[in-house]
């Protein structure tokens, strides 16, 4: 059978994915892509993102919003750091020997069990009284064991980064060791949640306390862009999956195919707003910037999480809004186009911010396509306190990656073209 090509080593072992050692990959190899078991490992985090939104998404329409957020973020964050950490190290270590592919399984049952803890987290929430947290760090214990022994395998077989890799293995068991704690004591909600913002502060840190930033270790600055686009794509996946959540129950009746206005409008603006935000985030030249901002790879690869949350965000509004046209939400039409518009407002801000931090350049035409974008969202939230029909309003949302999208196809492709000659330029003459 044929597979994939070994980078890791020489070949000639007895099994086709001999051990190799664990070297640092070439940060500058030619034509490197994403490997189908990181693809793999990918598609466990499509039940974690979707079990998040999902639950987002009936909390909201339940009217309680701020239970709902503060679920969703705690959610997103633990995801996106599992995922994060996973990702920098295989574009540095990536060997596709047995031992790496087994240890890799090892990572994806436990964001399976973790995936499973979800929805006990976000009761508790719903409830209050404390933090059931017990399934979520069982599942990252059984990621963090593997993520420690892949570093183990790193500081062993690749002296050059044995610092680092001991580095990363004593703070991972140091933040999961205080992650055992909040998870299993049982403190009361308040002190679980200061616990909880401090370790996530850690947790932000430890590349930092480790490596100096994500300049310690020989990633991929190609690699590193393609997976975070995946990731991106993944996520993007949960608002096709809202879209027909919402438009579901609304093509009752004749067999599924009694079409209402709503039906479309709610079909329409779904995919085409899971579409706009496509085209804005592949715009930005992510994989160019990173090889001449190779410094800010932290801001970067940490800078992606709120650009996630926005993302699942939108697909769960979407699914809010289905709930309320389907007359399954105790919440007004003014709290369901706001559930979409902030989400799709933060991922917006978000790429023009990566964009400006990764080129260290401002540029006018920026800030007009920014505030025209904010514009079409505060629109779809007044034209809903007036009274406008929610399926008008969501396809006035819809509109707000689309000010980017014309903005860039007309003129900003230009100005992007001339910040990079000039990035490189500085870069040369450093």
Partial sequence: MSGTKRTGGPGGGRLAHSRVPMSGRDPEQPGRVSSPLELLFDLTFVVAVGTAASNYAEMIAAGQPGKALTAFVLAMFAISVAWISFSWFASAFDTDDWHYRCLTMLQMIGVVVFSLGLPAMFDSIREGGHL??????????????????????ASRESPPFHLVGTANIRWTVLAQAGWVVVGFAQLPLPVTFGAFAALGVVELLLPVFSQGGAGGTPWHPHHVAERYGLFAIITLGEGVVGTVASSGDLLGGAGGTHWTANAVAVVVAGVGLTFGMWWVYFAVPFGDLLVHRRSRGYVFGYGHIPVFLGIAGAGAGLHVAGLHLEHHAEVGGVAVILSLALPVGLFLLMVYLLHTLLLS???????????????VLAAAVLLSAAGVPTAVCLLVVML?????????????????????????ARGRSA
């Fill in 132 to 153: 059931e947290l017990r399934a979520m760090v069982i599942g990252y214990v059984v990621m963090r064991v593997a993520m420690v022994l892949q570093w183990w395998r």
């Fill in 361 to 375: 350049a401002t540029d006018r035409f920026h800030l007009l396509l920014i505030s025209l974008t904010l514009a």
């Fill in 400 to 424: 707000a990656p689309f000010v980017t999208v014309v903005g860039y196809e007309t003129v900003g492709h230009r100005h992007q073209r001339e910040m990079l000659k000039a990035l490189a």
